[in-house]
């Protein structure tokens, strides 16, 4: 099955700095790529995603970026604010695309990133 | 938070009795999911509907089942409590968007087994 890794595990950065996180896949086949924030007690939210046919999407502050060929992709965080602190989590399937199937996503371990003022 | 409920959201029971969290949606989506949170292991996949009455494994499915007789509701239900089961159980369902199918979870339920 899918094996998805995620780095760094956590991560603290000075606020108006940027953030990087960056997950592996392990199966070819996976086509989509979804990112969650959880902020403590609270279910995750989904913040960004992107598909095997394109290789960045943007949204605002907020990036990922795919390399299919590497299969690895990454979030972006720019301009990093006190609420951007949270743990964030990447996933990997291979409901795109399909005409039937929405399978489960595999997630990486996820990255507690900590914005200093 | 595509309007999804969970109950109860804090339980504690002890080993070896049954235990039933119950997930309702408002959102009529067709496709649902259990996961379970720990600390190390980030989310994991226990079951999942397609629709009312059908429903697959996941990565982590031994004692547990589940169960869909409405669109609205998915229960899953620990038959015989064991301790490594206490963890935070997240439920989460499944719309199409664009070309992909996007999941959005709901509040969560801790469950501790003593």
């Known amino acids: 099955g899918e094996n998805v890794e995620q780095h760094p595990s956590t991560l603290s950065v000075q606020e108006g700095d940027s953030a990087v996180i960056k997950c592996t896949y392990s199966?070819?086949?996976?086509?989509?790529f979804p990112w969650y924030k959880q902020e403590l007690g609270k279910g995750p939210q989904l913040i960004i995603d992107?598909?095997?046919?394109?290789g960045e999407k943007k949204d605002q502050r907020i990036a990922v970026t795919l390399n299919k060929t590497a299969k690895h992709f990454s979030l972006h965080i720019t301009e990093t604010q006190p609420e951007d602190s949270a743990v964030y989590f990447c996933a990997a399937s291979m409901s795109a695309y399909s005409g039937g199937g929405a399978d489960g996503l595999t997630f990486g371990k996820g990255t507690h990133l900590i914005i200093q003022p | 938070d595509a309007g999804i409920t969970q109950s109860p959201r804090h339980k504690v029971t002890e080993t070896g009795t049954p235990v039933t969290l119950r997930c309702h949606q408002t959102e009529n989506h067709r496709y649902m999911y259990w996961y379970r949170q720990d600390p190390g292991h980030g989310l994991r996949l226990i079951h999942y509907s397609y629709g009312v009455k059908d429903t697959d494994k996941g990565e982590v499915s031994d004692g547990y089942s589940v169960s869909r007789s409405k669109t609205e509701d998915f229960l899953l239900t620990l038959e015989s409590a064991t301790s490594s089961q206490t963890s935070v159980y997240f439920c989460a369902t499944g719309a199409r968007v664009s070309s992909s199918y996007e999941q959005y979870f709901g509040p969560g339920t801790r469950l501790t087994v003593t």
């Open positions: 992107i598909r095997s046919n394109v």
């Open positions: 199966d070819s086949a996976s086509n989509y």
